[in-house]
């Protein structure tokens, strides 16, 4: 068994890696790690896992297998400076800090990017994963193919909503249920801080990448997905459009083409990502669909662990959408 830590267990997205991981058949999970409630059962905070009998700690094992950081952004390179690990132990960090080339090196340190549909054989060998964000996720796997085939030579418009969990667990006025309930507002404009990631992914496929990519990221009134419409002007039709991105994703397990409207329900509380390719009006429309807690985080660290370890890669996520 895959003896697993988590650090940073109190959020969103660690409860969505405990929820998922006492069911994987290979692991056992050997700790969770709280700064701010050791000795608590876990079930108080993540109220799902009553049955469990998991405690959190404010100890961590050196030599646990794989060590999951769930940390907030900007945490992560100050925890792995505190706490040393074996030099056998796996890390995947799920904050933004160890994703872009130029922070990805840390005491020695390679941190490979874990986009598991761009870079799955260095994952396989990777000792230490940063994983992506839920929104560079679900644009990303909306651009790959036409980036590999060198078809972005104008600028990407992204208009993409993202549930309240997206926020994370900490309260703060945008995520009170009287604000967020029936409201619809815009953040970050043409400025997230997915934007480095996405950019960076994009000119390993098209070297001569250099088009603005116009993001509105948007709150939406409901807790978990994404959905991202990603747009630009492109004279392929519509047919060659999708035979590229099914050639692209024929060999991915969670990665879906489709010509048909997808939606949120498809896929929330899933692995998977949907996509839609359509031509309209001289222009090409994706949209893509992810659960931004799953395949935007814990589900996409949980498959790039799989990888890790030689393990079949849907080894425990295969979970179908809850659409009722």
Not at 42 to 48: G, L, T
Not at 219 to 247: H, K, P
Not at 257 to 268: A, F, P, S, W
Request: glycine share 8%; hydrophobic share 40%.
């Amino acid at each position: 068994m895959i003896k697993a830590g988590i650090v940073g267990g109190t959020g969103y997205v660690a409860g969505e890696l405990l929820r998922c991981l006492v069911h994987h058949p290979e692991v056992e999970i050997d700790f969770v790690h709280s700064h701010s409630k050791p000795g608590e059962q876990i079930s108080k905070v993540h109220q799902d896992m009553l049955a469990s009998g998991l405690t959190f700690t404010d100890n961590v094992n050196a030599n646990a297998d794989v060590v999951f950081l769930c940390l907030g952004h900007g945490n992560s390179i100050k925890f792995l400076k505190e706490h040393q690990f074996s030099a056998t132990t796996k890390i995947i960090d799920l904050s933004n800090d160890l994703r872009l080339k130029e922070d990805s090196i840390l005491d020695g340190k390679k941190f490979i990017y874990g986009l598991v549909e761009l870079k799955k054989k260095k994952i396989q060998t990777a000792q230490y994963i940063a994983n992506p964000g839920c929104f560079a996720t679900a644009i990303q796997l909306a651009l790959l193919p036409l980036a590999k085939h060198k078809l972005i030579k104008d600028a990407v418009h992204v208009h993409a909503i993202t549930g309240s969990t997206g926020a994370g667990q900490g309260l703060t006025e945008t995520s009170h249920f009287s604000w967020r309930n029936n409201n619809l507002s815009i953040y970050k404009a043409f400025d997230h801080q997915h934007l480095g990631e996405i950019k960076e992914s994009m000119l390993r496929l098209q070297s001569d990448f250099n088009q603005p990519i116009n993001f509105l990221p948007l709150r939406g009134d409901f807790t978990r997905g994404i959905l991202a419409s990603v747009y630009m002007n492109c004279d392929l039709e519509e047919d060659q459009l999708v035979s590229y991105f099914e050639d692209f994703y024929k060999d991915e397990l969670f990665t879906i083409v489709t010509k048909d409207n997808v939606n949120l329900k498809q896929v929330v509380n899933t692995n998977y990502c949907f996509l839609q390719v359509q031509k309209i009006d001289g222009k090409v429309l994706i949209t893509s669909v992810i659960d931004n807690l799953l395949k935007g985080a814990a589900g996409q660290a949980i498959q790039n662990m799989n990888l890790m370890f030689g393990l079949e890669e849907q080894t425990g996520l295969g979970f179908k959408a809850s659409y009722f």
